[in-house]
């Protein structure tokens, strides 16, 4: 089955621990996005990529990373230097397609992060 | 002003009822409106795009209004199936398709037996 998979469901670490979230997507997208989502709020966009070995930061980039390696892959890593680790994160991608639906993202399940 | 807003809700409605939400955009340049569905603790799930004068499937209903800003979604004959949070969605971007699209903050539906 085609899809957006991302690991772990949940995530607990100490502060000051740097972690690293995966996203792995087999639709053959070219784009690929890292949100976050607090209780309450809207999606904020972190980074997203849109072909390999590129990347953009998105409004809330401070303390985070990503690499794009492989057009699969788009794995976030939350450092200790983010204040506010504690969220909700979720990976989507998105491809230009040929049957007009441009802009149409797709979301992995998302992993709940708690930092104590 | 912000990009895109939309009434938190809550919206309580009894089954089988009509609901409507509206969402507003700031940007005139927007060319593209999608509607995403998202239930408590998921990921938000593509509900219906509105790429022109705006499109029905089933109960769904989606509006664009250009000269106003807005899109709408109507949803017919609620069920409790319905109940979530309804979030609207614009992309700016029509030539890439690619960029990031700017999402609302939802409209929670609560559709009650």
């Known amino acids: 089955d085609g899809g957006i998979t991302q690991s772990p469901k949940y995530l607990f670490r100490k502060e000051g621990q740097n972690v690293t979230l995966s996203c792995e997507q087999n639709?053959?997208?070219?784009?690929m996005y890292w949100y976050r989502q607090d209780p309450g709020q809207g999606l904020r966009l972190i980074y997203y990529?849109?072909?390999?070995?590129?990347?953009q930061k998105g409004d809330i980039a401070e303390g985070y990373s990503v690499s794009r390696e492989k057009k699969e892959s788009f794995p976030l890593t939350v450092t200790s230097a983010q204040k506010n680790p504690t969220a909700f994160y979720l990976c989507?991608?998105?491809?230009?397609?040929?049957?007009?639906?441009?802009?149409?993202?797709?979301f992995g399940p998302g992993t709940r992060l708690t930092v104590t | 002003r912000k990009e895109v807003e939309q009434d938190p809700g809550p919206f309580n409605v009894p089954e089988g009822a009509t609901v409507a939400f509206n969402c507003t955009y700031s940007n005139s340049a927007s060319q593209s409106f999608f509607w995403y569905r998202q239930d408590c603790r998921k990921e938000p799930k593509l509900l219906m795009s509105v790429y022109s004068s705006g499109n029905e499937d089933g109960r769904f209903t989606a509006q664009l209004n250009r000269a106003s800003q807005y899109i709408s979604l109507l949803i017919r004959d609620s069920k409790l199936s319905d109940s979530a949070t309804y979030l609207c969605v614009v992309n700016i971007d029509w030539d890439s398709g690619n960029t990031p699209l700017v999402f609302g903050k939802g409209t929670r539906l609560s559709v009650i037996a």
């Open positions: 989507a991608s998105s491809s230009l397609g040929t049957s007009g639906k441009l802009g149409e993202q797709y």
């Open positions: 639709l053959n997208h070219d784009a």
């Open positions: 990529s849109q072909i390999v070995n590129d990347f």
